[in-house]
């Protein structure tokens, strides 16, 4: 019914940038909440920042000054603009969205993207 497609992960050097996108398709009567979540080899799945319908965003602290989420309502597409590559950063990346579908509308729903890799070389 819903499908989240990322896209823009990619192997960069230290210091490098990457935009990640992450669109949203199927029977969508509208997107709430938007995110992008990190998980690192061994590790828990991670908040790394959100945005909401209205554009209030939220990131986690290791983030704020380099990283910058932003969506595009008409297109049901959340980006992620990533200055300053560390390779901490380094993760597979997953986009998550709350969706109410046409089918049910008011009750959202919860989705994730299939990840994307983002690999940062010192």
């Known amino acids: 019914q819903v499908q989240l497609v990322e896209s823009g992960g990619g192997l ?6 990457l935009r990640l996108s992450c669109a949203a398709s199927g029977s969508i009567f509208s997107v709430n909440s938007m995110g992008w979540y990190q998980q690192a ?24 000054g380099r990283f910058t989420i932003s969506r ?9 603009q990533m200055n300053s590559l560390k390779p901490e950063d380094t993760a597979v990346y997953y986009c998550n969205a709350d969706i109410v579908l046409r089918a049910v509308p ?13 690999t940062v070389s010192s």
Not at 12 to 17: E, F, L, P
Not at 106 to 118: A, D, L
């Open 12 to 17: 960069v050097q230290a210091g490098g940038s």
């Open 41 to 64: 080899p061994g590790k828990q799945r991670e908040l790394v920042a959100t945005i909401t319908s209205g554009g209030i965003t939220n990131y986690v602290d290791s983030v704020k």
């Open 72 to 80: 595009d309502n008409a297109k049901n597409t959340v980006y992620l």
């Open 106 to 118: 008011f009750i959202p729903r919860n989705y994730w993207g299939q990840g994307t890799q983002v």
